[in-house]
């Protein structure tokens, strides 16, 4: 049974390959909005989903509190470790919740592991309603055809919607044979549903690293390149004036506190719905500066 204590579960197991150097504070304060903390955070960056929407829906809220933030003189960035889509794609979706929100406010694990990609044939792992416009180089879409897997020269992991356990089986074979790179462009183990949890890239992506850690790469969440495409984005402004507002503490809270940001984390809707997450907190040692049930 997927569930918040056997993801977290997981996350732990692996988590000798996630970023160190976290340094979070040893307890967290509890807080009503992120109107209480405004005045001590120049920029709030928002994990997607748990945060601001479950699924495609919009967290009832979300868009005001936003809105205020922004009125108050907050920078915002939306933060996502969602691959499926392409820029165009990912800014429609946040417009169609009604998220007044810029494109270039938008920060994807998608475009870090773009950014970052080599040039070689890829084997791509993709939606089926994905054009992968924004690949230019030589690639091949993977499907139920194993001689697609042995000739590619290397693995971009996208997105996990049609992935199914006779593909997962198809990779494991050819990374056994030959093992080769896996760009992993989503780290997340699972994704928020509004009927569960989904199993995302970086579950199937762990279970390649299991066997052949040295050939997998991750991006998004909690890696550090997403992270500095933010940074970037935002000359001038202290990395102890950011502040990342997400729903897991092996991804949001872990890789933000690496970085040197503020974090929040935002327990009603997401990972840890209907827990107390002290006890994971103390599991873990991974503490966020703030917690609240909605942003």
Known sequence: MINAATIFDRYQEVRPRLPVGAHTPQRTSDIASLLDIASDIDAFVFDAFG?????????????????????????????????????????????????RVEDWEIVTSRD?????????????????????????????RLGDHPDAYRTVEGFLFLSSAGWTDARQALLASAMDAFPRPLVVANADLVAPRDDGFSLEPGHFGHL????????????????????KLVDHSLPGVPASRIAMCGDTLHTDILGASAQGWRTVLVTHHGLFAGYD???????????????LARI
């Open 112 to 140: 870090a592991a773009l950014q970052s990609l080599p040039m070689r044939h890829w084997g791509v792992i993709a939606a089926d309603a994905d054009g992968l416009q924004d690949l230019t180089m030589p690639m091949t």
């Open 51 to 99: 945060v601001l929407n479950v699924g495609d829906t919009l967290i009832e809220g979300a868009d005001v509190r936003i809105d205020q933030l922004r009125a108050r003189g907050c920078h915002i960035r939306i933060l996502t470790n969602a691959a499926s889509y392409d820029r165009v794609q990912v800014v429609d979706k946040f417009k169609r919740l009604g998220i």
């Open 277 to 291: 997450t002290t006890a994971f907190s103390a599991r873990s040692g991974l503490y966020a500066d703030w917690r």
């Open 208 to 227: 390649i690293a299991d066997r052949h850690p040295e050939f997998v790469q991750f991006f998004g969440k909690p890696f550090p390149e997403v992270y």
